[in-house]
């Protein structure tokens, strides 16, 4: 009778702990509005017509998923890389983003600014001590602790995405995609969003470069909601005579991509690779990217060159009103990170 009330009390302690987490986990729950102003600013730069500019995306994977990494989450092992690992990664990309010149715009995904898994470094101060670009960052993973996994939670996640403009913007706002995982799952996941920049053009219209990280650990419900928002969201400026130029990682390869090129796909429990179904955009649009490179590695080993499976899920998506003069992806063979940089060379009609 002693240890059945000893037990009884263990688990009724137990139970009293989960339920306090789970109430604390759901009022610090991070629920912004649907649309959320950034920043903006009276005098923006104008952005000249018939003008060659560049535009460069990366998810820099919170400089905690280079080539020697294997994640958890992707059928391996790790949670986090070390600290002197993931300081060489940051510094890495950082010089990276710095030489790179010639790009107008920049847009990076997962940069932490206070996680556990990169150590609670503020990526974005260090990023921004370039001091040769405009920013905007939106926050799309902000939780005060993620339980998984068991033997090694991940803890607090600070983390979200962030353009970087040589020129300065109308506005910056972020964007909050529809659709969220049952509860409680959802306290403990990423709010997806896109952030939005607008400038102001020479022949009086608008361009707008959007930066979006989709739902990648799904069923693909998720990614059906955040896709038809961004359609509709881009359509309607387009219909104002706007530029458009979608960029990130949309966690799911363009239309027409055979999904073995670079290999056949290693079954990730979590994470099914599909296309974009090629009649998703009016025709005239313009999905973009070099077929010649991957842009994403699994995780579910370290890299290996030619056996890792990887693929290509990082991409712009250009409206008919603006010309593409080339697209490329910076083959880094995801030494400081599990994507590869993508470039495009443009000019607005």
């Known amino acids: 009778m002693k240890y059945i009330k000893i037990i009884g009390i263990a688990l009724l302690t137990a139970l ?75 510094d890495s990309i950082t010089r990276f983003i710095k030489n790179g010149t010639a790009s107008a715009f920049y847009l990076i995904q997962e940069i932490d600014i206070d996680s556990k898994r990169s150590y609670n470094i503020n990526e974005m101060d260090i990023i921004l001590a370039l001091k040769r670009y405009n920013s905007a960052f939106a926050p799309n993973y ?79 419900s998720l990614k059906k909601q955040e896709m038809q928002y961004l359609k509709d969201f881009i359509l309607i400026e387009y219909i104002k005579g706007n530029y458009v130029v979608v960029g990130g990682d949309w966690n799911q390869a363009p239309p027409h991509y055979r999904l073995n090129t670079f290999g056949e796909g290693y079954k990730v429990e979590f994470f099914k690779l599909t296309n974009i179904s090629p009649d998703f955009m009016p025709t005239e649009w313009k999905w973009v990217f070099d077929p010649n490179y991957p842009t994403n590695r699994y995780l579910n080993e370290p890299y290996t060159v030619g056996k890792t499976f990887s693929s290509i899920i990082d991409f712009f998506l250009v409206s008919p009103n603006i010309e593409v003069l080339d697209s490329r992806t910076i ?12 470039s495009m060379k443009f000019n607005l009609k």
Request: aromatic fraction near 14%; glycine fraction near 8%.
């Open 331 to 342: 083959n880094l063979n995801f030494r400081y990170s599990d994507h590869n940089p993508i």
């Open 142 to 220: 902000l939780v005060k602790f993620v339980p998984i996994p068991p033997s090694s939670p991940l803890g607090k996640v600070s983390s979200g995405v962030m353009n970087l403009s040589r020129y300065k913007p109308i506005s910056s706002t972020r964007y909050g995609y529809p659709g969220q995982f049952g509860w409680p799952n959802r306290l403990f996941n990423l709010r997806r969003c896109m952030l939005a920049n607008r400038y102001p053009t020479k022949n009086g219209k608008e361009f707008i470069i959007i930066n979006t990280h989709m739902s990648a650990f799904d069923d693909g």
């Open 16 to 90: 009293l702990f989960l339920g306090i987490f789970i109430a604390y986990s759901t009022i610090s729950y991070y629920n912004p509005p649907q649309e959320l102003l950034i920043c903006q600013t009276s005098n923006p730069d104008t952005i000249p017509c018939n003008t060659e500019m560049s535009i460069e995306s990366w998810n820099i994977g919170y400089a905690g998923l280079g080539d020697n990494m294997d994640f958890f989450y992707d059928s391996g092992k790790k949670v986090r890389d070390t600290y002197e690992r993931t300081l060489i990664n940051l």
